[in-house]
T-cell receptor, first 113, second 114 residues
């Protein structure tokens, strides 16, 4: 069982650049979640999808953030333009049903200089 | 809005003792609560889920209680081992309920000394 796969593991870029984070959920899982983790705010839900459809994006900080799920096996989180305050660890998670445990990837550590 | 509180101070205990971590919440009634373990540089890993109509759940050396009157969950690790050292996160079913949306606490770091 491959688990949730995220790429890249680390990303360092300069402010103003576009950043794209990628996620491959566990096969057969209908729910996909994007989280951001910082020391100050902990683990925050940004957006989640059910059957490739965005259900709740109320956690997306602002219009610079966007997420897509073009098919059941792939999702992206994009930040454009990036800012230093976007520096955090971004996690993707998936689950089979809405009230089942979530399986997390190992995250992307993003640093915006 | 929903608020979740976990003890922000690290918990240091001796190997073999029971570790007890607390998760308190206010302003709503979740349908279920989950506990996750997170190691440095890794994503959270699911441990246990307990529903609102369950008082207690056990899995090997782990035990979770859920008191909906006190709005509190306790997470116990018995016969603790240095390998249990990690950050433990509680997560509550968000609003609307049973949609998959989870609200996470800040986590409590446990250090088990040999």
């Amino acid at each position: 069982d491959a688990g949730v796969i995220q790429s890249p593991r680390h990303e360092v870029t300069e402010m103003g650049q576009e950043v794209t984070l990628r996620c491959k959920p566990i096969s057969g899982h209908d729910y996909l979640f994007w989280y951001r983790q910082t020391m100050m705010r902990g683990l925050e839900l940004l957006i989640y999808f059910n059957n490739n459809v965005p259900i709740d994006d109320s956690g997306m900080p602002e219009d610079r953030f966007s997420a897509k799920m073009p098919n059941a096996s792939f999702s992206t989180l994009k930040i454009q333009p990036s800012e230093p305050r976007d520096s955090a660890v971004y996690f993707c998670a998936s689950s089979g049903l809405s009230n089942q445990p979530q399986h997390f990837g190992d995250g992307t550590r993003l640093s915006i200089l | 809005s929903q608020k979740i509180e976990q003890n922000s101070e690290a918990l240091n205990i001796q190997e073999g003792k029971t570790a007890t971590l607390t998760c308190n919440y206010t302003n709503y009634s979740p349908a279920y609560l989950q506990w996750y373990r997170q190691d440095p540089g890794r994503g959270p890993v699911f441990l246990l889920l307990i529903r609102e109509n369950e008082k207690e759940k056990r899995k090997e050396r782990l035990k979770v209680t859920f008191d909906t009157t006190l709005k509190q969950s306790l997470f116990h690790i018995t016969a603790s081992q240095p390998a249990d050292s990690a950050t433990y996160l509680c997560a509550l079913d968000g609003v609307p309920s049973n949609t998959g949306k989870l609200i996470f606490g800040q986590g409590t770091t446990l250090q088990v000394k040999p």
